[in-house]
Structures are given as structure tokens and as C-alpha cells.
């Protein structure tokens, strides 16, 4: 399999119709499945398996988890109208730190399922006059609606997905 490619080289257009909303939603909430799916009965040792400095599968994992509150957070940006979406840690200081790979994998799982259902109950209800709400994004340095976080936010998913399938599957 060849390379995951790298996240912050990722460019994205943002051009599709913002009745889209619900289908990403319901992309979002399957992600939880699918990652328990993808790491059921990988061994510890795979798991947590590190190569050149890299993150292993538990840490994307980890990460992903890592990551909910700051989407939430811009979330919220966009139901209180603020003028730029909450900016990132480029660093992942976080995920660096959170000693992933010392944490039982069904925790990190666990505590993500948890997280995730609590943004995508909090997407659920948000007034669909919103959906095409417009905030800057930090990096991007691009406009950004809300169904765009949603599908940033799947993307991003995406991206750990493949990678960890990659990690379990050399």
C-alpha cells in the first residue's frame, strides 16, 4: 500500500450544495464503527508499533479523540457567529503528550464514541439557516461554511483511518 498522503498538504474545495448537511452527519457518526471495526483483534504490539518518530495506530486513534473538542468548539463558532473559526494546535501537543499507547485501546475507542455522539447530537440541532453560515478558517485561510467543517471533520477521520489501516496492514 503506498503512503497516507500528509494531511496539511491537503487542499480543499468547498463546492457542493449545503443540503449535504445531513448526509456528513450521518458520515460522522459512523465513524466510531468503523475504526472499533478496523482495530477488533489487532494485537497490542501492532498496535502500538512505532516507526521513525511517527505516531503508531493507537495514536491516530488517540488523536482522532484528541481532536473532538476543537471540533465542537468550531462548531459552536459557527452557531454564535463568530468572525474566524477557534484555531488549531499545529504542533498536536496533545496527542504527543496523552501517552497513547500506555491507555487500554477500548478506553480510547470508548472515550471517543462518547465524544463524537456528543457533536453530532449537538450538529443535529442546529437551525438549518446555519448550514451555510461562513466563518475563516485559521489555516486554510479560506472561507469556510458550517457543512464544510462537517466534511473537513470526515475527511480528517478519513485521513487517520487510512492510516491506521495502513499501519495495521504493511
Known amino acids: 500500500m503506498s503512503g497516507v498522503s500528509l494531511w496539511y498538504e491537503?487542499?480543499?474545495?468547498?463546492?457542493?450544495?449545503?443540503?449535504?448537511?445531513?448526509?456528513?452527519?450521518i458520515r460522522l457518526r459512523g465513524t466510531p464503527a468503523r475504526l472499533e471495526e478496523l482495530v477488533r483483534n489487532c494485537p497490542r504490539g501492532i498496535m502500538t508499533?512505532?516507526?521513525?518518530?511517527?505516531?503508531?495506530?493507537?495514536?491516530?486513534?488517540?488523536h482522532l479523540l484528541d481532536l473532538e473538542p476543537l471540533w465542537l468548539k468550531r462548531l459552536e463558532d459557527f452557531v454564535d457567529g463568530r468572525g474566524e473559526l477557534s484555531t488549531a494546535d499545529l504542533t498536536n501537543r496533545k496527542t504527543f503528550e496523552a501517552n497513547h499507547n500506555g491507555q487500554a485501546i477500548e478506553n480510547i475507542l470508548s472515550d471517543f464514541r462518547?465524544?463524537?455522539?456528543?457533536?453530532?447530537?449537538?450538529?443535529?440541532?442546529?437551525?438549518?439557516?446555519?448550514y451555510s453560515r461562513v466563518l475563516m478558517h485559521p489555516r486554510l485561510q479560506k472561507p469556510m461554511r458550517l457543512v464544510d467543517h462537517l466534511f473537513f471533520v470526515a475527511e480528517h477521520d478519513d485521513h487517520h483511518l487510512a492510516s491506521v489501516?495502513?499501519?495495521i496492514y504493511r
Not at 10 to 25: I, M, S
Request: proline fraction near 4%; charged fraction near 25%; glycine fraction near 4%.
Open 114 to 130: 462518547k465524544s463524537r455522539m456528543l457533536f453530532i447530537a449537538r450538529a443535529a440541532v442546529v437551525d438549518a439557516a446555519l
Open 49 to 62: 508499533s512505532k516507526e521513525e518518530r511517527k505516531w503508531s495506530a493507537q495514536e491516530h486513534v488517540g
Open 10 to 25: 491537503r487542499q480543499f474545495e468547498f463546492a457542493f450544495p449545503a443540503d449535504l448537511y445531513p448526509n456528513l452527519c
Open 165 to 167: 489501516w495502513g499501519l
